[in-house]
């Protein structure tokens, strides 16, 4: 199973970038995906996701900012990121995850730093 993210980098407040997730090795339309991100000296916490159904759930602190959204054909998972924040500054790690039986996997992680 791999989780291959992409697009993190450097940005400044108020701009936008768009991570990307390619998955593989596991039945993707099955999965529960979400995006989480650990910051320096912080938890790791659940930033957004997306059932198989397309059911979205966003963290407080994102809602209205970021979208996420899965292409099941491709086995993509994208998270939208727009007026972004310094306190967005983080390392944003992909999650595939599935209840029955228990499975969950994690990407390598992507840094985005925001910063003027």
């Known amino acids: 199973v791999q989780l291959v993210e992409s697009g993190g980098g450097l940005v400044q407040p108020g701009g936008s970038l768009r991570l990307s997730c390619a998955a593989s090795?596991?039945?993707?339309?099955?999965?529960?995906m979400g995006w989480y991100r650990q910051a320096p000296g912080q938890q790791r916490d659940e930033v957004a996701s997306?059932?198989?159904?397309?059911?979205?759930n966003y963290a407080d602190s994102v809602k209205g900012r970021f979208t996420i959204s899965r292409d099941n054909a491709k086995n993509m998972v994208y998270l939208q990121m727009n007026s972004l924040k310094p306190e967005d500054t983080a390392v944003y790690y992909c999650?595939?995850?599935?209840?029955?039986?228990?499975?969950?996997?994690w990407g390598q992680g992507t840094q985005v730093t925001v910063s003027s």
């Open positions: 997306i059932t198989s159904f397309l059911t979205t």
């Open positions: 999650n595939a995850r599935r209840t029955t039986p228990w499975a969950d996997y």
């Open positions: 090795g596991i039945i993707f339309n099955i999965y529960e």
